[in-house]
């Protein structure tokens, strides 16, 4: 039994396998002491499979567990900021699932709850991938002033989804959706790669998931922080066309760029061939490490150390931040265009005939016209967001 670190999970629903097998997987580190959920099925699901004899049905008992130093927060978007507050002010140190928050204020007063009493907090982001890292580190700073940038994404989700949890598809407990659940994964990468971000604003509707309140398709412009203006797409309601996802950050001297989702295979080339050719051997070496599947441990792992070294997790509350700017400048601008650009959408040619979600996807429709003008107009190069709805 490792004495070192207290584990523990509140939520043990879809994910939290994933961060009970982290766990698992350290065992010289920690124990996985403790789990809580209300649903008492998920509770024994979860301890039964990992062995864990605590369960909690109320958050509050377990936080007041004083065997456990670190908390998994795997529940709903809306209990993230409340939840996560409550274990800071508990002493406890956080590791709470993307998206970070609600909203930009919510994830402003989890920083300052750590700060306040002194424990570590981290959300679950692809920035602890060493390809991702390589890219940041290595990559970024070879491409030289970023000229133009665009990502593009697409997670087409039916009608079942959204059927799996009553929080998914509402504003006030998903806060959200394509754009919140599955765009904030890339968001998070893109802001990382383009120094933070002032402002973004943009256009979603929803155009085929009449089960659900929020948004299945938006767009939207971001001024970074480093003065860069990039644009991107997000939808659930159908699959990318051929070479339709994807990323570019295209600097003076190269780019960063993959058509892979969720940007798992992010890649670059440089204009000077042999400084590239140099730079890709090592890279080669990064990408060998088989990353993918063993994520969740390694962000436990570099936060357990962070704790020890009383240093930054290599993912910060700070930048995970940065992402929820993107969500909550769209999502705002976007509520006073939502009707005419429903409107402007809903008279492209292809959508008609087109009932609910699961139609798009078994039709094989990639979005038609539609999707086509969206990705046009993020891909351009000018500073400005097309809206011909306006
Ligand atoms: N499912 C995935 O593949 C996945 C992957 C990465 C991240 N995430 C993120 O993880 C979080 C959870 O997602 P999920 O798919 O596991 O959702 P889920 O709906 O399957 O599970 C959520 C769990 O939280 C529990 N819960 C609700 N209120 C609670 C409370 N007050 N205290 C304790 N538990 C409570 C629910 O009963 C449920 O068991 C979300 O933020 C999601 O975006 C999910």
Same mark, same amino acid.
């Given at each position: 039994?490792?004495?070192?670190?207290?584990?523990?999970? &509140?939520?043990?629903?879809?994910?939290?396998?994933?961060?009970?097998?982290?766990?698992?997987?350290?065992?010289?580190?920690?124990?996985?002491?403790?789990?809580?959920?209300?649903?008492?099925?998920?509770?024994?699901?979860?301890?039964?499979? *990992?062995?864990?004899?605590?369960?909690?049905?109320?958050?509050?008992?377990?936080?007041?567990?004083?065997?456990?130093?670190?908390?998994?927060?795997?529940?709903?978007?809306?209990?993230?900021?409340?939840?996560?507050?409550?274990?800071?002010?508990?002493?406890?140190?956080?590791?709470?699932?993307?998206?970070?928050?609600?909203?930009?204020?919510?994830? +402003?007063?989890?920083?300052?709850?750590?700060? #306040?009493? +002194?424990?570590?907090?981290?959300?679950?982001?692809?920035?602890?991938? $060493?390809?991702?890292?390589?890219?940041?580190?290595?990559?970024? $700073?070879?491409?030289?002033?970023?000229?133009?940038? @665009?990502?593009?994404?697409?997670?087409?989700?039916? #009608?079942?989804?959204?059927?799996?949890?009553?929080?998914?598809?509402?504003?006030?407990?998903?806060?959200?959706?394509?754009?919140?659940?599955?765009?904030?994964?890339? @968001?998070?990468? @893109?802001?990382?790669?383009?120094?933070?971000?002032?402002?973004?604003?943009?256009?979603?509707?929803?155009?085929?998931?009449?089960?659900?309140?929020?948004?299945? &398709?938006?767009?939207?412009?971001?001024?970074?922080?480093?003065?860069?203006?990039?644009?991107?797409? #997000?939808?659930?309601?159908?699959?990318? $066309?051929?070479?339709?996802?994807?990323?570019? &950050?295209?600097?003076?001297?190269?780019?960063?760029?993959?058509?892979?989702?969720?940007?798992?295979?992010?890649?670059?080339?440089?204009?000077?061939?042999?400084?590239?050719?140099?730079?890709?051997?090592?890279?080669?070496?990064? &990408?060998?490490?088989?990353?993918?599947?063993?994520?969740?441990?390694?962000?436990?792992?570099?936060? *357990?150390?962070?704790?020890?070294? +009383?240093?930054? $997790?290599?993912?910060?509350?700070?930048?995970?931040?940065?992402?929820?700017?993107?969500?909550?400048?769209?999502?705002?601008?976007?509520?006073?265009?939502?009707?005419?650009?429903?409107? @402007?959408?809903? #008279?492209?040619?292809?959508?008609?005939?087109?009932?609910?979600?699961?139609?798009?996807?078994?039709?094989?429709?990639?979005?038609?016209?539609?999707?086509?003008?969206?990705?046009?107009?993020?891909?351009?190069?000018?500073?400005?967001?097309?809206?011909?709805?306006?």
């Amino acid at each position: 039994m490792s004495q070192e670190f207290g584990a523990s999970i &509140i939520g043990c629903g879809g994910v939290s396998s994933a961060h009970a097998e982290a766990y698992r997987n350290l065992p010289d580190q920690c124990d996985l002491i403790a789990v809580c959920d209300p649903v008492e099925a998920n509770a024994n699901r979860l301890a039964d499979t *990992f062995g864990v004899e605590t369960r909690y049905a109320d958050y509050h008992d377990l936080l007041a567990d004083e065997r456990i130093d670190v908390v998994s927060v795997s529940v709903p978007h809306f209990l993230h900021a409340p939840i996560t507050i409550d274990a800071a002010k508990a002493g406890k140190h956080v590791i709470v699932e993307k998206p970070m928050a609600l909203t930009v204020g919510e994830a +402003n007063e989890m920083i300052e709850a750590a700060r #306040a009493n +002194n424990v570590k907090l981290t959300v679950g982001s692809e920035r602890i991938n $060493p390809r991702y890292r390589f890219i940041h580190d290595k990559v970024l $700073p070879e491409i030289g002033e970023i000229k133009s940038s @665009w990502l593009v994404d697409f997670y087409y989700r039916d #009608a079942s989804y959204y059927a799996r949890g009553a929080w998914r598809g509402t504003w006030a407990q998903e806060g959200g959706g394509v754009f919140v659940n599955q765009a904030i994964y890339t @968001w998070d990468q @893109w802001q990382d790669l383009l120094g933070g971000v002032d402002f973004a604003y943009g256009y979603w509707t929803n155009i085929l998931h009449p089960e659900i309140e929020v948004e299945d &398709i938006g767009y939207g412009l971001v001024h970074f922080r480093s003065g860069a203006i990039g644009k991107c797409f #997000a939808t659930s309601a159908c699959e990318s $066309p051929e070479n339709g996802q994807g990323i570019r &950050i295209i600097g003076e001297n190269g780019e960063i760029h993959t058509n892979s989702a969720w940007l798992y295979e992010l890649d670059f080339s440089l204009k000077d061939r042999n400084a590239e050719a140099d730079l890709r051997k090592e890279f080669e070496q990064v &990408i060998d490490l088989n990353y993918r599947g063993r994520y969740q441990t390694w962000q436990t792992a570099d936060f *357990f150390d962070a704790i020890r070294a +009383n240093r930054s $997790p290599a993912v910060t509350p700070e930048t995970a931040k940065e992402a929820l700017k993107i969500l909550n400048g769209i999502h705002w601008h976007g509520w006073n265009h939502e009707r005419k650009f429903k409107a @402007w959408a809903a #008279a492209q040619v292809e959508l008609d005939g087109l009932k609910d979600a699961a139609t798009a996807n078994t039709d094989g429709w990639r979005g038609g016209k539609l999707v086509q003008q969206l990705i046009e107009f993020v891909r351009s190069e000018t500073s400005t967001l097309d809206a011909p709805f306006l």
